[in-house]
C-alpha cells in the first residue's frame, strides 16, 4: 500500500521530493498501523521543518498564544470570532489531542518563536481543507508564501489529490494569493468564495516557488 500517489508531471523532481519525505517518515506504515488500507489520512506530525520555518503540534500549553493571535485586531478581521479568555482555547485543545481528523500546526521560525497558526480539517475523500492560517504581524515577508508551500508539500505526502477551502471575500490579498496558486473558484456565498486546487496545481506552485521550499520538509513523529 503506497500512501502518496502524487502526479507524474513534474520535470523539476516536486513529485519525487514529496515521495521521499513520505517515506524517510513512513507514512505508508503509520497508516495502515491506523487501518487505513486505501486513501489519505490526517497524521499528527510532531514537528515539519522547511526552508526558514516549521511547524509544530499544537498542545494545550498553546492556548494564550493562539487566543492573543486570533483576538488580534487586525488578525482577526477575515477569521470567525474568538474568546478572549484562554479556558475555552485549552478546552478545545485538550480534544484536539484526542481528535484525528483534523491537524492543528503553530508555525515557527528557525529560531523556535511562534509567528503563526495554521490548520488542516474537513477531509472529503481525496481532499483537504486548510484554515486558521493566520502569520503574526513583524513575521518575514516569506513566511505566507513557504507555509502555504509546506501545508501542500505535508498534504501531498500524505497522499491528498487536491485541497478545498474558503476564503471572505474582503480579503482580497488572500484570495489573490490562492489564486495565483492555481485554485479554482467553485462557488460563493454573501460573504465567501470557495475554492479547490488540484494536485497538477500544487505540484505546478511548488515548482515555480521552490525557492522557498527547496529541498522540501521533513517530518517528524
Known amino acids: 500500500m503506497s500512501a502518496v500517489t502524487p502526479p507524474t508531471a513534474d520535470q523539476s523532481g516536486i513529485a519525487a521530493q514529496i515521495q521521499a519525505s513520505a ?32 511547524m509544530r503540534n499544537a498542545t494545550v500549553a498553546d492556548a494564550s498564544y493562539i487566543v492573543a493571535l486570533r483576538t488580534d485586531e487586525q488578525k ?31 508555525i515557527q521560525n528557525m529560531e523556535g518563536e511562534n509567528i503563526g497558526t495554521v490548520r488542516l480539517y474537513d477531509q472529503q475523500a481525496d481532499s483537504f481543507c486548510w484554515g486558521s492560517w493566520i502569520i503574526q504581524a513583524g513575521a518575514a515577508s516569506s513566511s505566507s508564501i513557504e507555509s502555504a508551500l509546506m ?61 522557498f521550499l527547496p529541498k522540501g520538509i521533513q517530518i517528524q513523529f
Open 76 to 106: 482577526s478581521r477575515f477569521i470567525s470570532s474568538t474568546s478572549a479568555n484562554v479556558k475555552p482555547q485549552e478546552q478545545w485543545l485538550e480534544k484536539y489531542a484526542r481528535d484525528d481528523k483534523q491537524i492543528y500546526f503553530i
Open 23 to 54: 517515506l524517510e517518515a513512513g507514512i505508508a506504515q503509520r497508516l495502515a498501523q491506523r487501518d487505513q488500507a486505501v486513501g489519505p489520512a490526517y497524521l499528527k506530525a510532531k514537528k515539519i521543518f522547511g526552508h526558514k520555518l516549521s
Open 151 to 211: 501545508v501542500y508539500h505535508y498534504a501531498l505526502a500524505l497522499g491528498f489529490q487536491r485541497a478545498h477551502f474558503d476564503v471572505r471575500k474582503a480579503n482580497e490579498s488572500v484570495w489573490k494569493f490562492h489564486e495565483r496558486f492555481g485554485a479554482k473558484k467553485t462557488g460563493e456565498t454573501a460573504e465567501d468564495l470557495h475554492y479547490s486546487i488540484a494536485a497538477s496545481d500544487i505540484i505546478n506552485s511548488l515548482n515555480r516557488y521552490a525557492k
